[in-house]
Nanobody
């Protein structure tokens, strides 16, 4: 099975940028549909972005569309989330997740569909 480890979180001012990384080990990340989720204090974990196994399809939550970009580097076995124009509402713990058995071109946005999760990385956006 795959193990996931997020990094790249931190404190940034509103309008700034961060790039989160999700390093996979144990298995090739391209075998999985992968996604990013986030959880703010007192709120449920929510979908942010997802990429299909073949890398050809991507999908974003409306709240981040146009500001965040998900990508994958198969040579590094890593999934990224580039976050631009950050807002205080983006403050949360960000998690990457992987789902096995997904058809190559399909993405998954349902949190319950994902079997493998990283430990999360904190992103704090100050106003």
């Amino acid at each position: 099975q795959v193990q996931l480890a997020e990094s790249g979180g931190g404190l940034v001012q509103a309008g700034g940028s961060l790039r989160l990384s999700c390093a996979a080990s144990g298995r090739t990340v391209s075998r999985y549909a992968t996604g990013w989720f986030r959880q703010a204090p007192g709120k449920e974990r929510e979908f942010v972005a997802a990429i299909s196994r073949n890398g050809g399809n991507k999908y974003y939550a409306d709240s981040v569309k146009g500001r965040f970009t998900i990508s994958r580097d198969d040579a590094r076995n890593t999934v990224y989330l580039q976050m631009n124009s950050l807002k205080p509402d983006d403050t949360a713990v960000y998690y990457c997740a992987a789902k096995a058995g997904q058809p190559p071109a399909e993405i998954a946005t349902n949190i319950w569909a994902y079997e493998y999760w990283g430990q999360g990385t904190q992103v704090t956006v100050s106003s």
